[in-house]
């Protein structure tokens, strides 16, 4: 018989953050595996994938090539959403250390970004 813990909210938690990885990776393998299938249909090459300012313009055009690239945006955010879940777990149970280190990393993810679209 297993004893509990007593430790519900870190169970919860967990709960959450196994429930966004795994939405994340089934939704970004979806549309990848979609988009692939599409451009097998369509017969056309993937050389070059789609700009993130390019990608619901293209993908509304008949761009394949934009459903692929959306999966993979997709999955590179399902970090960040794991994240802002755990932000919003740890404001709900009032664990301010532990909200505020997440904030902090959430800020540098977004420092990452901002850097990387310059």
Known sequence: MKAKSGNTGNEHLN??????FWSGLIA???????GFAWLGI???????????DRIFPSLFAGDPVA????????????PVAVVM???????????????GLTLLVLAVLALS???GLR
Request: charged fraction near 15%; avoid cysteine; glycine fraction near 8%.
């Open 28 to 34: 970004s393998l979806a549309l990848i595996l979609a």
């Open 42 to 52: 369509t017969g056309r090459s993937a050389a070059e994938g789609v700009s993130l």
């Open 67 to 78: 459903m692929i690239s959306l999966g993979v945006l997709a999955l590179l955010l399902t």
């Open 15 to 20: 709960g959450w953050v196994r429930a966004t």
């Open 85 to 99: 879940v755990s932000l919003v777990r740890f404001i709900f149970d009032r664990e301010r250390a532990w909200a």
């Open 113 to 115: 970004v901002v850097m």
